[in-house]
């Protein structure tokens, strides 16, 4: 049996970007998903889109991608920005093919590079079959 493996990339959204239907977009600390393929701004009440997380102030999350892969980002409460900043978490995701990260905060610098990170729940030497 064959083995698809899909990935799916969540960038910010941008007014000048198109959208299709079913891509998601972070924007202003929620995911939104396009039900539409119409180029609008996400936002509550428009059709055109569902948030699919939730900004609540502290512990809001949304989709990122790290080092290539998706995790869920779990904002720090004393964090207001959008995206990432120092002391977020990452959650739920796979750093390489064998090394799984249940949580890692962001200590700063280029979020595709380990030393950005500290790893607090993570599985290495997954192995392959």
Same mark, same amino acid.
């Given at each position: 049996?064959? #083995?698809?493996? !899909?990935?799916?990339?969540?960038?910010? *959204?941008? +007014?000048?970007?198109?959208?299709?239907?079913?891509?998601? #977009?972070?924007? +202003?600390? %929620?995911? @939104?998903?396009? +039900?539409?393929?119409?180029? %609008?701004?996400?936002?509550?009440?428009?059709?055109? @889109? $569902?948030?699919? %997380? %939730?900004?609540?102030?502290?512990?809001?999350?949304?989709?990122?991608?790290?080092?290539?892969?998706?995790?869920?980002?779990? $904002? &720090?409460?004393? &964090?207001?920005?959008?995206?990432?900043? &120092? &002391?977020?978490?990452?959650?739920?995701?796979? *750093?390489?093919? #064998? #090394?799984? *990260?249940?949580?890692?905060?962001? !200590?700063?610098?280029?979020?595709?590079?380990?030393?950005? @990170?500290?790893?607090?729940?993570?599985?290495?030497?997954?192995?392959?079959?």
């Amino acid at each position: 049996m064959k #083995t698809n493996r !899909i990935r799916i990339s969540v960038r910010d *959204w941008r +007014l000048q970007d198109r959208y299709f239907v079913n891509e998601p #977009t972070n924007h +202003l600390g %929620s995911t @939104w998903q396009n +039900l539409t393929g119409r180029n %609008s701004e996400p936002g509550e009440g428009n059709p055109d @889109w $569902k948030n699919i %997380s %939730s900004a609540d102030g502290g512990g809001g999350r949304s989709l990122i991608v790290v080092n290539g892969n998706i995790f869920t980002l779990a $904002k &720090n409460p004393n &964090n207001s920005g959008e995206g990432l900043e &120092n &002391n977020d978490l990452i959650v739920g995701g796979m *750093w390489d093919a #064998t #090394t799984y *990260w249940g949580a890692a905060q962001y !200590i700063g610098g280029d979020k595709d590079t380990l030393g950005a @990170w500290n790893p607090l729940q993570i599985v290495k030497g997954i192995v392959l079959v």
